[in-house]
């Protein structure tokens, strides 16, 4: 009787453990046809998390971009990535001569390029130009362009003359070449004619070496008189910018005796080397730059305010 009994329970155990195995077998196949794409279309497979084998979506333009710049800050040592000026205004301001740098003439009938040192907005901006044409860095060519920052040549015939294409490259990549006379004098100095030849002269080349005629001058050392707006502005000249500020490869020098930085200041550096100061183009504009970003300040293009 005992061994009856132990062979039923026998029989419920086997008969149990049979319908589990078929039970996992069941789910095996199931499994494996989920696997294999056979469980039919019904079935959705859920998208693997980020970082786990999932596709890597791209990044929008914009962050590509930035990512870009803050690739180009760290390789040219800059302490962070320059500021991105706003928009070119859709009405420009009225630009005027700054009051106590007038000629005798200027605010009559003549109509005279005007002389300024800042440009009126209320955007935190500043403008960069570069005067004379000594040193023709590549690498200042590509630290400009890879780092997007705008900035205004002022040339002077007789230091460009050995290397046009240089500046042709600049003014490829988006720059402004102005006038800075052909031999750098100083114009006060010279008669009428004298300043004429020298500002008209420099229009010529211009226009033979790189096809414009500029509206824009600046008078060597920033130095000039009545007879310099008058030769100027018979030779086509609208505008003659000075500056605010001047930035060397080791100081600043300011205009205003507050030694800061205003919205709208023209600042002025110049195309120099090792020969002329204890640095490179590249040195100079890492102290432009780092110093412009850190008080908030974005470099804007001189000519779309003009």
Not at 55 to 75: G, N, Y
Request: aromatic residues 10%.
């Amino acid at each position: 009787m005992r061994a009856v009994v132990q062979n039923d329970q026998n029989d419920k155990r086997s008969s149990r453990f049979g319908r589990l195995m078929r039970g996992c077998g069941a789910v095996a196949l199931a499994s494996a046809a989920l696997l294999s794409g056979c469980a039919g279309p019904s079935v959705t497979r859920p998208a693997p998390a980020p970082g786990h084998g999932g596709p890597v979506r791209p990044l929008s333009p914009q962050a590509a971009e930035h990512a870009r710049l803050v690739a180009a800050a760290k390789r040219w040592g800059l302490a962070q990535v320059p500021l991105t000026p706003p928009p070119p205004p859709e009405e420009k301001p009225r630009i005027a001569t700054r009051y106590g740098f007038e000629v005798e003439h200027q605010q009559k009938n003549w109509d005279l390029p005007p002389v300024f040192t800042t440009v009126p907005t209320l955007q935190k901006i500043v403008f960069l130009t570069i005067d004379d044409g000594s040193e023709k860095d590549p690498r200042f060519l590509q630290m400009m362009q890879e780092l997007k920052i705008p900035y205004t040549a002022f040339l002077s015939n007789y230091l460009v003359e050995d290397d046009y294409s240089y500046f042709a490259e600049m003014q490829a990549q988006g720059h402004t070449l102005n006038n800075h006379t052909l031999h750098h004098p100083y114009l006060p100095g010279l008669s009428y004619e004298g300043q004429r030849t020298e500002i008209c002269g420099m229009q010529d080349i211009m226009e033979q070496q790189f096809g414009t005629r500029p509206t824009v001058f600046r008078p060597p050392y920033g130095n000039y008189n009545e007879d310099t707006l008058r030769a100027a502005k018979s030779c086509g000249i609208k505008y003659a910018p000075i500056w605010n500020e001047e930035v060397y490869v080791d100081h600043w020098e300011f205009r205003e005796d507050d030694q800061r930085i205003r919205r709208g200041d023209i600042v002025l550096t110049h195309f120099r080397g090792r020969s002329d100061w204890n640095g490179t183009m590249i040195d100079d504009m890492r102290r432009f730059l780092d110093k412009v970003t850190r008080e908030g300040f974005a470099v804007a293009r001189l000519e779309d305010y003009l």
